[in-house]
């Protein structure tokens, strides 16, 4: 009994002291609330359930509280809003009331803890694109842009693509997924479709209208002809294949004169079928593929073989004789025409020469070929002023005939010329009025060819008329002589090129003052010129015209009156009188 009474007590001693110890423990481990999941950001659609997470820890466990724009959220009766767990759940978002900046707060005993806070927002996307994506026709290689302008949103939507209703991968280099639409780098022929602009946030998605993007594409060869050699009377085929959007055109031509007439055909596979071919049809032959997009050509070389022997070809060549007359001559360029006196099958063309006509005797220079059904060429960029020679060649089988006649002609300077330069007047002499005009020759870069001669023009006042010299067009220089005192003169002169007169120098000016003559009148001499001066002034000849005139008049005078006093004595004297009578001329 003694010992039962003992180990109860012993067991109550064990668990008092058991319970003292967790006591002791729990009070230890108390901590503040500490907020380990943060609530985020909400754009919910209206009507819609939502949930703010906000999860605390701490001893003892802290209570959650959450607060609206900073006031205390109210869960009473008929509220939209309940704590579950710590986060808030709406059953169902109302609008505006529902909106706001949210803030979790968790409590213990110990302390508060308070969480960052969070936006809810009600999520809106309109209808209407602002900017719908349009067709488009792209040439390939080229960058597009497909513009699309999203609806407004609540959340700002994203934007995303879709071709023939497929995500577009935004992993391609080649596009760029930019605000203002789908950028496209280099566009290739796979790239035309459908493309859909498709704008999506929390309030649900929007699909634009469908863009349809063609792609064209440059014509391009999918097979080029190839050089053909073959004998004279063989048929020839030149393939010829190409692709393009839309589809190009095929044509053939041969670069020098037409295909042959009556014996070619173009099969629908652009095969070009040659028959009966001969020596005339050797040359390149052209496949033109076109669209309105673009164009390309690719050419190949025909040579047919003549089987007779290089003797027989260089004797019919050596008959062909040729013509060659110039027909026409215009600024720089020259038309010349030729006329075969005898033809020859072996003969494919004619090759123009030409050549500047100077007294060494240049090379001929090769102007071009000329197919053998034309009779005509323009030879262009001549330099003014030359002389050239020309002549034709007949040719075939990289073979040559005899040369034509040749023919000259001048291309004209360019009217008018350069004016010469460095013009000046020196006085040469005082006492008779001298002065040296000099100049040098025009600019060599400014005229072509040959000068003439030089004029020179020298103009006084209005009582003196102009004069004017012409020199030889090695002399740079001339003296006039003789010009009256007092009087400004100006001097200008002008070279004289091949086609005509070029332009005027700038005029220059010489003022012979009369002073220069006081030292010659001081020796007492009287200088000729000034002498010539006075002879040919119009003041000094009236004078002198006057003075004889009255002069002889007064001789009339006295001879009529001599005579009249001696016919009066004879009439006294029985005598017939006779009158004088005096005539006077106005």
């Known amino acids: 009994m003694a010992a039962s009474l003992t180990f109860a007590l012993f067991m109550v001693i064990m668990v008092c002291s058991a319970d003292n110890e967790q006591g002791s423990k729990s009070r230890t481990d108390e901590s503040m ?25 701490g001893n003892p466990e802290p209570t959650i509280e959450w607060y609206r724009n900073g006031e205390l959220v109210n869960f009473s009766k008929g509220h939209n809003s309940l704590i579950l767990g710590g986060s808030l759940f709406f059953l169902h978002i109302k609008g505006k009331s529902d909106e706001g900046v949210y803030t979790c707060v968790a409590r213990n005993r110990l302390g508060t803890a308070i969480s960052r806070n969070a936006s809810l927002t009600i999520a809106v996307l309109k209808d209407e694109f602002r900017q719908e994506p349009l067709d488009k026709v792209v040439i390939a290689g080229r960058p597009v842009v497909i513009e699309c302008s999203p609806p407004k949103g609540q959340p700002e939507p994203t934007v995303t693509w879709r071709k023939n209703g497929v995500l577009l991968d935004r992993n391609n280099s080649r596009y760029t997924f930019g605000a203002g639409g789908l950028s496209i ?53 030149f393939v010829c294949g190409a692709q393009g959007s839309p589809k190009p055109i095929v044509q053939w031509s041969k670069e020098q004169g037409a295909l042959p007439t009556g014996r070619y055909a173009v099969t629908n596979e652009n095969t070009l079928c040659l028959q009966r071919v001969t020596i005339q049809d050797s040359g390149k032959y052209i496949c033109t593929a076109r669209s309105h997009i673009g164009a390309v050509s690719a050419f190949a070389q025909l040579v047919v073989q003549d089987p007779l022997d290089t003797g027989q070809i260089v004797q019919e060549l050596s008959n062909v004789k040729v013509h060659l007359d110039v027909v026409g001559l215009n600024g720089t360029s020259v038309r010349v025409q030729w006329k075969a006196s005898s033809s020859s099958r072996y003969t494919e063309g004619y090759t ?6 100077t007294p060494s ?26 002389k050239y020679e020309f002549k034709v060649r007949p040719y075939g089988w990289m073979m040559y005939g005899v040369d034509s006649n040749i023919r000259h002609v001048v291309v ?50 209005e009582t003196l008329p ?75 000849i009236a004078t002198v015209g006057g003075a004889t005139w009255l002069m002889l008049m007064v001789a009339v005078i006295y001879l009529c009156q001599r005579n009249s006093k001696r016919y009066s004595k004879k009439k006294h004297s029985g005598e017939h009188s006779v009158n004088c009578v005096l005539i006077s001329i106005m």
């Open 361 to 386: 005797e240049s090379d001929w220079e090769k102007w071009g070929v000329i197919p053998v059904n034309k009779n005509t060429a323009v030879i262009s960029g001549l330099r003014r002023g030359q």
């Open 466 to 540: 102009q004069t004017n010299w012409t020199v030889d067009g090695r002399t740079r220089s001339l003296e006039i002589a003789f010009l009256p005192i007092g009087i400004e003169y100006q001097v200008q002169v002008a070279a004289i090129y091949s086609n005509g007169m070029g332009k005027l120098s700038n005029p220059k000016s010489i003022f012979i003052e009369a002073a220069m003559m006081k030292e010659d009148a001081a020796d007492g001499m009287i200088p000729l010129d000034l002498l010539l001066q006075v002879v040919k002034h119009p003041a000094f």
């Open 33 to 57: 609330p500490h907020i380990i999941e943060h609530p985020s950001d909400l754009a919910v659609r209206r009507d819609q359930p939502a949930t703010m997470n906000c999860r605390a820890d």
């Open 352 to 357: 123009m020469f030409y050549r500047p006509h």
């Open 412 to 461: 004209p300077e360019e009217v008018p010329g350069p004016a010469p330069q460095d013009v000046n007047i020196t006085l040469v002499s005082s006492s008779n009025g001298s002065i040296i005009v000099s100049w040098e020759p025009p600019p060599q870069d400014g005229h072509i060819g040959n000068i003439k001669a030089y004029k020179i023009w020298c103009f006084g006042n």
């Open 185 to 237: 780098s280099r566009i290739l022929s796979s790239d035309a479709g459908v493309y859909m602009c498709v704008a999506s946030n929390q309030a649900g998605e929007r699909t634009s209208r469908g863009a349809v993007i063609s792609v064209l594409e440059i014509p391009q060869f999918t097979n080029k002809p190839t050089d053909v050699v073959a004998k004279a009377g063989s048929a020839v085929q």
